[in-house]
Nanobody, 115 residues
Framework: QVQLVESGGGLVQVGGSLRLSCAAS????????MGWYRQAPGKQRELVAI???????NYADSVKGRFTISRDAAKNTVYLEMNSLKPEDTAIYYC?????????WGQGTQVTVSS
């Protein structure tokens, strides 16, 4: 089975930056897509960014121009570079992987942006 290990969350001030990492372990070949979702208290989980196997990237409107998703295929790792952070970015961020018809989720990493 695929296991996802997330890291990089923490506390940052408004305007600061963080980089989230998610490493997929196990015997994995040709992952269909990797991405990030987030969930704030009292809200539904929402898409932040996705990168497909062909390198196509999609972002939520709220993070366009501030966040960048990237992938290291050799390490089966996806990154989320978060810049110009705002208080509304505060949420638990979850790594998501689609592989062989299944969806896998990480345990989540907390990002808190303080003003």
């Amino acid at each position: 089975q695929v296991q996802l290990v997330e890291s990089g969350g923490g506390l940052v001030q408004v305007g600061g930056s963080l980089r989230l990492s998610c490493a997929a372990s196990g015997t994995i070949f040709s992952i269909n897509a990797m991405g990030w979702y987030r969930q704030a208290p009292g809200k539904q989980r929402e898409l932040v960014a996705i990168i497909s196997s062909d390198g196509n990237m999609n972002y939520a409107d709220s993070v366009k121009g501030r966040f960048t998703i990237s992938r290291d295929a050799a390490k089966n790792t996806v990154y989320l570079e978060m810049n110009s952070l705002k208080p509304e970015d505060t949420a638990i961020y979850y790594c998501n992987v689609k592989y062989l018809g299944r969806v896998y989720w990480g345990q989540g990493t907390q990002v808190t942006v303080s003003s």
